[in-house]
Nanobody, 126 residues
Framework: QVQLEESGGGLVQAGDSLRLSCLST????????LGWFRQAPGKEHEFITA????????WYADSVKGRFTSSRDNARNTMYLQMNDLKVEDTATYYC???????????????????WGQGTQVTVSS
């Protein structure tokens, strides 16, 4: 079993930055790909980024490319999402997710992820 806990969300103004963290506990996730998704009110989960098992490869949605950066520290069991130049349309609940045991390749579908955090709210005001 894996438990994930996001932190770092908050209320910011457009143009500001935030860094989200996702701490995993339970079994090691160092051999699994990780991902970030978000969900705005009334909308479906949206893929943001995925990172492979060792952090050497990342994949970003067009909506965040060039502004968001994902990384991971397997020694700390933590994944990060650095968000710069935030926009009002980035307002959502942000979730981290882990793929299954030893599933090291990245994916963009929510159905490919086995464990999810509870989410952290990011609100960007104009």
């Amino acid at each position: 079993q894996v438990q994930l806990e996001e932190s770092g969300g908050g209320l910011v103004q457009a143009g500001d930055s935030l860094r989200l963290s996702c701490l995993s506990t339970g079994r090691s996730v160092s051999t699994s790909a990780l991902g970030w998704f978000r969900q705005a009110p009334g909308k479906e989960h949206e893929f943001i980024t995925a990172i492979n098992f060792n952090g050497e490869n990342t994949w970003y949605a067009d909506s965040v490319k060039g502004r968001f950066t994902s990384s991971r520290d397997n020694a700390r069991n933590t994944m990060y999402l650095q968000m710069n130049d935030l926009k009002v349309e980035d307002t959502a609940t942000y979730y981290c997710a882990v793929r299954g045991w030893d599933v090291c390749v990245m994916a963009a579908s929510i159905y490919e992820y086995e464990y999810w955090g509870q989410g952290t709210q990011v609100t960007v005001s104009s």
